[in-house]
């Protein structure tokens, strides 16, 4: 299946679960697994962004950033307002779209709340994003983008414990590569570093704009 239409058939689905009202299985704060519900945008929440009933806890997660060093995510990000996207470089569609907005609505923040920011994506296609591949295509979207790869099996962990598909690439035979993942963006509150937040594939930039400087004052969901 084209890689346009494996996107479509996973954001679909997860457009069609919220309609639903349906459960996401995730790991809970407790460490156990169990449904995370998520809702529309809660009348009472000063987010556009969709607000998770059930916070997801930040992934125990250690790979490589683009300076080739060893990067820790809950230590690094620790305290800190974090968006997290799981994708790859040579991703047609979803993947530079939402980075690239969320990219202007950086742009859109003063110096001090971008500073409040982190800003992470992380590779599922780590055999072709190196370290230089990360950085190259990140620097287009934002030079402060932090830029994760290494082993994949870490990776995919990481991203189940959130909800979210990745499957294994797959190296098409005109050469090109299908790196099917789910392509929700994960918002970590600094107050507890639990997600707190989702936006779904087709969000519009203009909603991380209205989220961003939220995000960077820690506002409560």
Not at 20 to 33: F, R, V, W
Not at 89 to 94: I, L, N, R
Not at 107 to 133: G, N
């Amino acid at each position: 299946m084209p890689r346009t239409l494996r996107t479509a058939r996973l954001a679909g689905a997860a457009a069609v679960a919220l309609a639903a009202a349906l459960t996401l299985t995730a790991c809970g704060s407790d460490g156990g697994t169990g449904p995370a519900k998520v809702t529309r945008q809660q009348a009472d929440s000063p987010y556009q962004g969709t607000v998770l009933s059930k916070h997801f806890d930040k992934p125990d997660l250690q790979l490589t950033d683009t300076a080739g060093q060893p990067y820790d995510l809950r230590q690094k990000t620790g305290g800190r307002s974090t968006l997290l996207f799981f994708g790859y470089t040579s991703c047609p569609d979803v993947c530079p779209t939402t980075m690239g907005d969320i990219g202007v609505a950086m742009t859109k923040l003063s110096p001090e709340e971008r500073q409040k920011v982190d800003v992470v994506f992380v590779s599922t296609d780590p055999q072709r994003d190196t370290p230089q591949v990360l950085r190259s295509w990140l620097d287009s979207m934002g030079k402060d983008f932090i830029g994760l790869t290494g082993d994949l099996a870490k990776v995919k962990a990481a991203a189940k414990s959130l909800g979210i598909l990745i499957e294994d690439p797959v190296v098409n035979a005109d050469g090109t590569v299908t790196s099917t993942h789910g392509a929700q963006v994960l918002a970590f509150l600094p107050s507890d570093d639990k997600a707190h937040l989702l936006y779904l594939s087709g969000t519009e930039e203009k909603t991380y704009e209205h989220d961003l400087p939220l995000l960077a004052q820690g506002v409560a969901a």
